[in-house]
């Protein structure tokens, strides 16, 4: 089988698709409202997939640049609150680089939780062994990471994370993740235009629809095989017999 590039997704593509599910309501919109619905589907989308598997978009973040989305700084010794990356929606762990601490283990309780609130309350009076030392840590708001106790050196960590995805503002503003999105492009699509024929024909989306259309996501889901760290596995065509390729 002939080698295949994974399409790109970006603004044109989605509106694109978008127009042709509108079919002869699509002249009533503006690409503006059009992108606006485009990003409902895309996070509906995006929602449901985070939940099916842990692996969709997950990210590292990184210290050393702090104009990037995931950026997280280096842990003071006199600081307990810090600032998760901009785009992070789930913690799923976290690791210390700094030579020497890499027995460091990061917990998370809830701020109410007796471990939390022990260690909290006597760290200040406990001297920490070098290198092998547990942190509880709990997530406060929306982007507030908040320690129990004050790190013991200037820890440089990696967080492994659930990341969100940007929004579409216009035909070239390119969507990440182009190789997991492409089974789901369809879906962000239909849910866009669906919305847009609501908004002239019923003001409240059918919350029978919504199901329905979430099946549709869980539908692709279960058609795709598990995906290899080497492959990249899209879907060619919802409605008719293209089936799954692999690259």
Known sequence: MPEQDTPVIDGKYLLDLTTVY?????NAFEPKDLFAFINEGKDAVW???KTLRRQYFVRDSQSADSAEDNYFGVLSTTAREYTLPV???EVLSMEVLTSGYEGVEFRRRPIWHPDFTDARRTQTAQVVPLGGSVYYYDIVGARTLTLAQFPQAAFDVKIRYVRSLPDVVDVESRVPFDEILHPYVKQIAKYAAKLATLVLQDQQMSEAWKDEWRASVRGVEVAASLRQSTDVTFVEDFE???GLQSL
Do not use: E, F, P, V
């Open 47 to 49: 929602a449901i997939m």
């Open 240 to 242: 008719g017999g293209g």
């Open 87 to 89: 785009d992070c929606r």
């Open 22 to 26: 509108l079919g002869g309501y699509a």
